[in-house]
């Protein structure tokens, strides 16, 4: 399908803005916006002041326009800033440029320079647009001079989507573009919104973090005797997880694995690992300056929507609250009168795995509300009167095949995960293939038809490319995660229009705020709407979803991560009282 006629004209608009009173995590200050017609070239300068005095944007943005930005989010957040009605039609070029381009060598970076460049296109140097950014960041006040400055700055960047948009037009998936479109304006509402923080206790863990390092060691290390000082010992190590019997994952020179996503996947199989694994993350990699917390104490940072080749959002894991430990996001707390809800989808995957492959047996499995237990019981391996606490052990094993399959593990991996022999694991691993041969046939078609015709797609258009070297596991869980992406952002964009206060998106969850006395209401509509997106992706099959409610004064608590903060709150505790009496 070619390009839609727009009678009210195709705009290309930039804005430039900086964050209120100089300091990140706050909304956006819009400093001047510059729009252009395509094809009459008629154009449009407007500084803060003058954009302040209008009700609504300076050209159509009604049905019979089109609105084109590259990252159209922040657009849109200076649209949101001004109090101006959004446009209805909007197409933003990076995500088609990432659409076209996913998972294909993009020398200059995915940026507007990299879009030019990858065309062959010429534009401001970046060192230029560096120069001209920090200018604006000062916040002002400019003179005369430099206003023109900036506003030409704006206008170059409008001029390269107007190079762009006539050479990418032919590679534009016009039917869905707008779909795509729509979700930057549901961005700019969640980054607006951002995500409520305690800032009492982040100023006291700010302020007393490296004071109680080594009381914190000695406090979580005690249960493990794996630590001399601050330093992590590889034989102590070595020694507990011979005395707890658990088999540890190692790498091709023979050492024990112990990078942090390993830790975290042992951790999930072993839970009396987690507190280890938080205290390893936190003292090597926790920044809590670079966390954005705005003069509201509202966690906002830029969502980074598109950014994985799934799709799906990938936002700073240091400037992002749900980035870091998992203790940590005990930070997160509601307002005096509202309440917060994490809304996830029911095991997402094993749903969409479900119903994209049309195998009966694992949508029977997804409908019982315990897809590992129905695993179990249609394998054979537990009775039909089975319940999780009657045969929680075969259960657990049954979880971790149906996770590694997700995952794309091996035999070995998932041994490791269970603590059993490779035998048992294989075996696991067959009754699966057993259990759900149409699922298999699916999958490994998936695999097929992405190797011959080079790409793979979602049910909502969006694409990978395959490149030189294939990771076969992340080709066939490409469907599960991306599909997941389409799923949510079509739930978040409904659920803004309805009036929601979404605060953010979190892979397959969406983190919503509301008044106390309408809390409730709001939790079930929101999951009406998330099983109503599912559908829409999934061919009518629904997925259900859990609902995590927080009242004030209660916060937010992950449960992996409890142990980890009350150890932290009782130490910050002690070292304060400590440092009063000295």
Known sequence: MGMPHFPGGIWLVDFEFHPAAGREGNPPVPVCMVARELTTGRTLRLWQDEMARLGGAPFPTDESALFVAY??????????????????????????????????RVPAGNGLLGALAYFGLDALAADEKDAMRDLVLQGGPWNATEQRAILDYCESDVVALAKLLPVMRDEIDWP???LHGRYTSAMAHMEHNGVPIDTEALAALKTGWHGIQQNLIAAVDADFGVYDGTTFKLERFERYLATTGIAWPSLTSGGLDLRDNTFKDMARAHPQLSPLRELRSALSQMRLSDLTVGDDGRNRCMLSMYRSKTGRNQPSNTRFIFGPSVWLRGLIRP???????????????????????????????????????????QAGAVPPNATKHSHKAERDQFKQCVLAVQYGMGAESLAYRINQP??????????????????WVWSDGI??????????????????????????????NFPMQANGAEMLRL???????????????????????????DLDAVVAHTQAVMRAASAA????????????????????MDGRGVMMWNTVMEQLALHDRKVAHE
């Open 537 to 556: 992706v999934l061919g009518g099959f629904e997925l259900s979803s859990d609902a995590k409610i927080v009242r004030s004064p209660e916060r937010y």
């Open 335 to 377: 307002a005096d009168g509202y309440g917060l809800a994490y809304v996830d989808w029911s095991q997402q995957e094993f749903g969409i795995a479900a119903a994209l492959s049309g195998d009966l047996a694992m949508m029977a499995a997804y409908d019982s509300g315990d897809p590992y237990l129905a695993f179990a019981i």
């Open 491 to 517: 739930a978040c964009c409904r659920l803004v229009a309805d009036g929601v206060r979404v605060c953010a998106p979190v892979h397959d969850a969406i983190l919503i705020e509301a008044r106390l006395a």
């Open 447 to 476: 695999l097929h038809e992405a190797l011959l015709g080079g790409r793979v797609f979602t049910t909502y258009g969006w694409q990978l490319f395959i490149d030189d070297t294939p990771n076969g596991r992340s080709l066939c």
């Open 422 to 439: 490779v035998a048992r694991a294989r075996e696991l691993l067959e009754l699966h293939r057993r259990t759900y041969r149409r699922f």
């Open 71 to 104: 990252y159209a989010s922040a657009e849109m957040g200076c649209f949101l800033a001004l109090g101006w009605p959004f446009p209805k039609n909007v197409l933003d070029l990076f995500i088609a440029f990432r659409r076209h381009t996913n998972g294909k």
């Open 176 to 178: 869905r573009a707008t």
